[in-house]
């Protein structure tokens, strides 16, 4: 990945920041996208990971708008060059049974999830195709393999990210692209340890090896799909889940 270009939505968040900072480790140069209203809280991880030893770039973007994607790829490949390495990791949660479910929950998920990979990836496609190079990797969950009482909205969006990647991945073979998913379980981010202990505690002993999983392992597994070794691994799902969902 040596002085490749990647670009990481979701990028300063707790797997997002694995993941930049695993694909850092591989020599690549670095974009790690943000929601516009958090450019306070950007500029402190930048800060943060350049005491590190990361010298990464952050760019604003809102993965829901087509216009603001356009501008993000745009500064990303007038800063650091044509982008190499995509990886779609940008998803929020709005829980709750479907039952229950208003129609701005249901888009807010779908749009961020799911839409979000088809506004960033038509940014980079074109330029991939034309360069004979690109790498894709997109963020999926393993409540998307599954489905999970609660998720309607999560669990559809996530799912439909394994369509799309299987598409892709047979339009880009040809061209020198691959694509592929990871479907991440329970993972120790801020956002699955801010849940109660008493149910982070039933969430563990669903898993087979007894432990959450961590950002690291995540960014490890983009790292190898990302790199220019992987050139034969299209199309394929990684579940990464500690055994709580096998098929």
């Given at each position: 990945?040596q002085?490749?270009?990647?670009?990481?939505t979701?990028?300063?968040?707790?797997?997002?920041?694995?993941?930049?900072?695993?694909?850092?480790?591989?020599?690549?140069?670095?974009?790690?996208?943000?929601?516009?209203?958090?450019?306070?809280?950007?500029?402190?991880?930048?800060?943060?990971?350049?005491?590190?030893?990361?010298?990464?770039?952050?760019v604003?973007?809102?993965?829901?708008?087509?216009?603001?994607?356009?501008a993000?790829?745009?500064?990303?490949e007038?800063?650091?060059g044509?982008?190499?390495?995509?990886?779609?990791?940008?998803?929020?949660?709005?829980?709750?049974?479907?039952k229950?479910?208003?129609?701005?929950?249901?888009?807010?998920?779908?749009?961020?999830?799911?839409?979000?990979?088809?506004?960033?990836?038509?940014?980079?496609?074109?330029?991939?195709?034309?360069?004979?190079?690109?790498?894709?990797?997109?963020?999926?969950?393993?409540?998307?393999?599954?489905?999970?009482?609660?998720?309607?909205?999560?669990?559809?969006?996530?799912?439909?990210?394994?369509?799309?990647?299987?598409?892709?991945?047979?339009?880009?073979?040809?061209?020198?692209?691959?694509?592929?998913?990871?479907?991440?379980?329970?993972?120790?981010?801020?956002?699955?340890?801010?849940?109660?202990?008493?149910v982070?505690?039933?969430?563990?002993?669903?898993i087979?090896?007894?432990?959450?999983?961590?950002?690291?392992?995540?960014?490890?597994?983009?790292?190898?799909?990302?790199?220019?070794?992987?050139?034969?691994?299209t199309?394929?799902n990684?579940?990464?889940n500690?055994?709580?969902?096998?098929?």
């Amino acid at each position: 990945m040596q002085n490749r270009v990647a670009l990481v939505t979701g990028g300063i968040g707790g797997i997002g920041t694995a993941v930049c900072i695993e694909l850092a480790k591989g020599g690549a140069k670095v974009a790690a996208n943000y929601y516009p209203a958090e450019a306070e809280k950007a500029q402190e991880w930048q800060t943060k990971m350049k005491s590190e030893g990361y010298d990464m770039m952050v760019v604003p973007g809102d993965v829901t708008d087509t216009e603001s994607c356009k501008a993000m790829v745009a500064q990303v490949e007038s800063e650091l060059g044509s982008i190499d390495i995509l990886v779609n990791n940008a998803g929020i949660t709005r829980d709750c049974t479907f039952k229950k479910m208003s129609a701005e929950q249901w888009n807010a998920v779908i749009d961020t999830n799911l839409n979000s990979v088809y506004n960033v990836t038509i940014e980079v496609w074109n330029g991939m195709l034309e360069r004979g190079y690109g790498r894709i990797v997109n963020i999926s969950s393993v409540n998307g393999q599954k489905g999970q009482f609660g998720q309607a909205n999560y669990s559809a969006a996530k799912a439909g990210i394994y369509g799309i990647t299987k598409a892709l991945a047979q339009e880009g073979a040809a061209k020198g692209i691959t694509v592929n998913s990871i479907s991440p379980g329970y993972i120790g981010t801020e956002m699955v340890m801010a849940i109660p202990e008493n149910v982070r505690e039933k969430i563990v002993a669903q898993i087979p090896v007894g432990r959450l999983g961590q950002p690291s392992e995540i960014g490890r597994a983009v790292a190898f799909l990302a790199a220019e070794e992987g050139g034969f691994i299209t199309g394929s799902n990684l579940a990464i889940n500690g055994g709580q969902h096998m098929f």
